[in-house]
């Protein structure tokens, strides 16, 4: 196993691969700030005077760090960066599960789905799963060897 994590292979496997979501992710989000802010807002974590701020920041933050990723430019530096975000993303779903406020993440899109309450809370717990695996492979890059 040790083997297989430190591969040159894998490491550039698991570069692109979240390298790409990364980039995939920041599109919407950077088309669209009014509709991330308001993404933003309904966690009810930042005060309102920085969700303009992270609203425009946080998506060219995760688009300069997935195309560091995927070119092998900064390697660690996007690494640790990804896996910040990504403990930060974690942290916003996780509190909102345990305050019972249903969010829906707007990891990929801001348009807001109709969704119930029940749904965005099965959709938070596969949020946290999906961003569970994508730490774990931001580790990977961060600390691999090749």
């Given at each position: 196993?040790?083997?297989?994590?430190?591969?040159?292979?894998?490491?550039?496997c698991t570069r692109i691969l979240l390298g790409s979501v990364f980039?995939?992710?920041s599109w919407s989000k950077i088309a669209d700030p009014p509709g991330f802010a308001r993404v933003i807002w309904n966690y009810r974590i930042l005060p309102a005077v920085l969700i303009g701020p992270a609203a425009i920041v946080l998506p060219w933050l995760e688009l300069l760090a997935g195309l560091a990723l995927l070119l092998g430019f900064l390697?660690?530096?996007?690494?640790?960066?990804i896996s910040s975000m990504l403990l930060l993303f974690i942290a916003a779903?996780?509190?909102d599960l345990a305050r019972g406020i249903p969010v829906d993440c707007g990891c990929f899109s801001v348009?807001?789905?109709?969704?119930?309450?029940?749904e965005l809370f099965s959709s938070m717990k596969l949020d946290l799963l999906r961003d569970s695996g994508l730490l774990l492979?931001?580790?990977q890059s961060l600390f691999s060897r090749a």
């Open positions: 196993m040790n083997r297989l994590l430190h591969s040159r292979w894998f490491s550039i980039v995939y992710s390697r660690r530096g996007a690494a640790l960066l779903l996780t509190i348009a807001a789905a109709a969704k119930t309450p029940a492979l931001s580790l």
